[in-house]
C-alpha cells in the first residue's frame, strides 16, 4: 500500500466512526473515557518504557533539555493523562445543545442545533500527553480523530493511542474512532490535509514550518493554533504598581506557553518612570532585556531589538520592549506584528482602554490583566485542546463547545414555497 | 505593476479600509447604504448601457438563453438591487452582539462580542447583482470587501461598483471599502486567495470548476458555496398527498436555485403507490424523469439514471429517482451522493423522521417540508450571500451574523494568574 492509500484508509475508516460517534450517547461517550483513562493508569510502565526509546533517541539527536523534559512522561504525567480525561467526563455533552429555536409565520419550526464537526485531523509537535488530551475531547465532542503527532515523540503516542484504543474498544469505542498516523514521513501530513470529503477540519497546533506545510497543501478547512506573540501595553494612565505585577506575571510565570508575553510596550508619557523600575524588576528575575532605541537610552542592560524580534515567540526569559507615543501607536505595533493571540492595556483610563479592546485584532483583548489567562480552563470551559489564532470557526480557546458544528433542524406540516 | 502586485495592493488597501470600517457607527454604515442604493437608482441607465455591452459579447460568444437572462440587467432588477441595500441598512448591526458574557470567580469579567471579520474576498459567476448584494451585506458586518465576479459580467460588475464607491463616499465609504478585481484574467483568483494575512476569508460562490480553483489554491481560510443536490426522501408512512405538493414544490417551483430537489428517493413499500402518481404529475410539468432499474419498472418515461447523475446539479427540469428499501438507505443514498445542502423526509413516522434529522449530515434538514425554504430570508435572518456547504464556520444560509467573527473582551482590576 503507498503512503497515499495508506492515508487514505484512515479518512475513510474515520468517516464511517464518526457516523457511529454521532450516535453514541452521552453516557456511552463518558463511560469509553472512563475506560482510556483506567487504561492508562495501568499501562503507565509501558508508556514509560516506549517513552524511553523516544528520550534515548532524542539524547542522541541531540535534543535541548527543554525539548527532552516536554518529551518525558513518568507516573505524574501519566496520572495527569488520565485525570484528563476524567475531567473531559465530567464536562457537559457540547453536542446536541439547541442554540436558536423560532417558529417562523408559516409555521416552520427551525432549530439550530450543535452536531459533531465530523472527522478531525489533529497535528502538533513534541508532547505526547496531547495525544490523550486530543483524543477524549474529540470523543466527548462525538468527533472521530485522526492524530499525528511529532516524529521525536512516535514511541510514545503509539503506546498512549494503543492503550486508548484497547481500553475504550472493551467500553463499546467504535472501532477507527481514534486513529494515530504510524509513519513519521512528512508526506503524511501532505496526504492528511488534501482529503476532501473524508476529513471536516485538520487542526495543526505548532510553530511556523508546521503551520506553513499544512496552509500551503490543505484543501480541507484548517483551524490554525499558531504562535503567540503577546503585548502588554502600559498607558500614561496606568496604576504602575499594578502594570509591573502584570508585566511580571505575563513574562515570567510561565514563558514557554503561548500566552506568555514577548513584547512590552511603554507609553512615551510614563516610560522614564517606568521604564527603569520595571527593568530592575525583569533583570531580578532573570530576564533577557531587547529594546528598541528609545529604551536602550533609559535602559542600559538593554541589548538592540531587530526588527525579526518584534515578531518572534520566545518562549523563554526574554522580552522585547519599545518606547511608543501612545495608544494608538500601541494598536498599530500590536496589529503589525502580533499574532492576533492575546494582548494587554494598562490603565486606568476608559477611553484608551475603550480604544484599545475594540482595535486591537486578537482572539483576547485584556484590561488591567495578564495575557496568561487565555486558557480554555481560566476562561471557564473546561479542557481545549489549544487556542485557535484563526478567525473562521473558533476564535481563542477551542474547548468541547468549540469541537462542535451545527445543522438547521426543519420542522414542517406540509409546507411548501409559494 | 505585475498581476501578483496588483492583487496584493487590492489586499494591502482593503486591509487599511477594513480597519477604519470596525469604528464607523451602525448610522454612519446605514447612510452608506442608502446613498448608494440612491446611487444605483440614478445611475440606471449608465448600468444598463455596460450591461448592453456584456450581453452583446456574450450573445457573440453562444451564450445559452438561461445565462443571457441571468446577466441581463433592466429598470426592475436595478430597482431590486437599490431595494436590497435598504433591507440591509433596515437589518440589526450584527457587530458588538455580546454573545457570552461571564465572571468567572477570580473577578475577571469575559465577553465574547461580534467582530467583523475583517477583509473578505467574494468570488462570484454570472449575475452582476450580486456585486450590490454582497457589497451591502460586507459593509453593514463592518467588512471590507474584495469582488471577484464572472468575466461573462465584467463590465456590469465595474459599473454597479463604480456607482456603490462614488455615491458611498459622498456618505463616508471609507476608501477601498468596496474594490473590484478589474481583470477577468484566471490568474487573479489564484492570487487573491493566497493572500495570508491580507484576507481574512475566500468565499467562492459556484459550480465545481470555481470551487475546485478555490480550494486547490487557497492559503486562507474559505467557506465554500457549493452546488445544491438536494433530496426529498418519501417514506413508507408518508402522506402521500403531503408528499406530491413537496416533491413538486422542491422540484419545479424555481428548478435553477440551489435549493431545489434534484433526486427523489422512495421507499420502496410504498414505490408502486405513490412512483406511478407522482411521474404523472412531474410529467405534467414537463420534468424530465431518469431512475434505477427499479424505478423504470414503474414509469415507463423515465430514462436510465448514469452514476454521475446521482450527484448532478441539473438547475433544470430533470429528475432523479430511486426506489430506496428502508429510511436507512435513503440516509446512505444522502450522505453519499449529496452535497450537504438540504434534504428532507416525508413521514408520519417520528422515529424515522429522528433518524433522518440526525443522520443525514446537511446544512438544513427537514421534516414534512420543501427544500426550498433554505434561504436567509425564510430563515428570518434577512438577506444573504448565500447558502454556505461547508461545516466550519458558517452552515447554511449565510446573512449579516455569519459575516462576522468574535473576540474575547477581559476586563481586569489587576488580576494575574498564580
Known sequence: M??????????KQARVAAHRLATLTTDQKNQC?????????????????????DLGVGRTAGLSAAMLDRLALNDKRISAMAAGLREVAALPDPVGRVLEDRTRPNGLRLQKVAVPIGVIAFIYESRPNVTADAAGLCLKAGNAVILRGGKEAIQSNRAIANVLLDSGAGAGLPANA???????????????????????????RGGEALIRAVTENARVPVIKHY????????????DLD???????????????VCNAMETLLVDEAVAKTFLPRIANALLAKKVELRGDDATRELIAAAKAATEADWSTEYGDLIINIRVVADVDAAIAHINHYGSQHS???????????DRFLREVDSAAVYHNASTRFTDGGEFGMGAEVGISTDKIGVRGPMGLEELTAYKWIVEGTGQVRE
Chains 1, 2 share one sequence.
Not at 473515557?33 to 526509546?53: H, P, R
Not at 486513529?179 to 476532501?196: H, I, K, M, S, W
Not at 504562535?227 to 496606568?238: E, F, L, P, Q
Request: charged share 30%; net charge negative; glycine share 4%.
Open 2 to 11: 503507498t503512503l497515499k492509500e495508506d492515508i487514505q484508509r484512515l479518512g
Open 33 to 53: 473515557l472512563q475506560a482510556m483513562a483506567e487504561g492508562l493508569l495501568k499501562a503507565s510502565d509501558i508508556i514509560q518504557k516506549a517513552n524511553e526509546q
Open 178 to 204: 481514534v486513529q494515530l498516523v504510524q509513519t513519521t514521513d512528512r508526506e503524511a501530513v501532505r496526504e492528511l490535509v488534501q482529503l476532501t470529503g473524508l476529513v471536516d477540519v485538520v487542526i495543526p
Open 227 to 238: 504562535k503567540g506573540v503577546c503585548h502588554v501595553y502600559v498607558d500614561r494612565d496606568a
Open 242 to 256: 499594578m502594570a509591573e505585577r502584570i508585566v511580571l506575571n505575563a513574562k515570567c510565570q510561565r514563558p514557554a
Open 343 to 353: 494582548d494587554a492595556i494598562v490603565t486606568r483610563d476608559r477611553a484608551a482602554a
